[in-house]
């Protein structure tokens, strides 16, 4: 069962949505929110599986809500809703930590499967997005190796899982780490390669081709 919390503040959309995830059998709306405040609260009690966060509300806004969301739980999983593939508040949001975007016209089936590729961990970007956040957040620094070789073995390691869609806890338990020797190696992770979440982090080892599985000996 993929839980799931719609974060909108039209209350027609919201029902839209509930009928038609709830009418596939494997997901439950476990909250709705109609606005920002609401929706960090909601999503910080309930911790859905998937937050579908309307990028434009009231009192905080999706890209507000996403960044405090994500700095009191990290391992969130946010889609951003947005009319306009293009809108600005979809690439601060992308940054903030957001799991990626779905257009509000986008039909049933698409968003179904993209609900689904995002509980199983996959990053929803286009080619031009994704290229933009990772010249974002491109290396400050010259140097004539990539960064990832200030990297541990064990942290490339996590690196590789987190951009398999890994959560903490299941980091955990494939590397026999505590959680949070886990959460301490992920900051100087970020650290290291200049990164401030998840996402950016996964992006960083797709790029670098570290993502792929581990080579057969």
């Known amino acids: 069962m993929i839980r799931v919390l719609l974060a909108d503040d039209h209350a027609l959309f919201r029902q839209g ?3 038609l995830l709830e009418a596939e059998g494997d997901f439950r709306v476990v909250g709705e929110a109609k606005d ?16 579908l966060m ?10 507000q809500a996403t960044q ?9 999983r946010v889609i951003i809703l947005t009319m306009y593939r293009q809108d600005a508040y979809v690439f601060e949001a992308v940054k903030a930590g957001a ?19 995002v509980h199983a961990g996959e ?9 933009r956040i ?25 690196l590789k899982l987190v951009a398999q869609g890994y959560t903490n806890l299941e980091i955990a338990a494939e590397l026999q780490l505590s959680e949070k020797t886990v959460r301490n190696r992920l900051s100087e992770i970020f650290q290291k390669l200049h990164l401030n979440n998840r996402t950016q982090a996964a992006l960083y080892a797709i790029r670098e081709g570290l993502a792929g599985p581990e080579p057969q000996e």
């Open 17 to 19: 949505l509930k009928s």
């Open 36 to 51: 920002g405040w609401e929706a960090l609260r909601h999503a910080l009690e309930a911790k859905p599986d998937v937050i």
């Open 54 to 63: 309307d990028i434009q509300m009231p009192n905080l806004d999706g890209v």
């Open 68 to 76: 405090a969301i994500l700095e009191e739980w990290p391992e969130a």
């Open 99 to 117: 799991r990626g975007y779905l257009l509000k016209d986008t039909d049933a089936s698409e968003l179904i499967g993209a609900i689904r590729r």
């Open 123 to 131: 990053v929803l970007l286009d080619a031009e997005l994704a290229g």
């Open 134 to 158: 990772i010249q974002d957040f491109r290396a400050k620094k010259e140097s004539s190796l990539p960064l990832h070789a200030e990297l541990s073995e064990r942290e490339i390691q996590i």
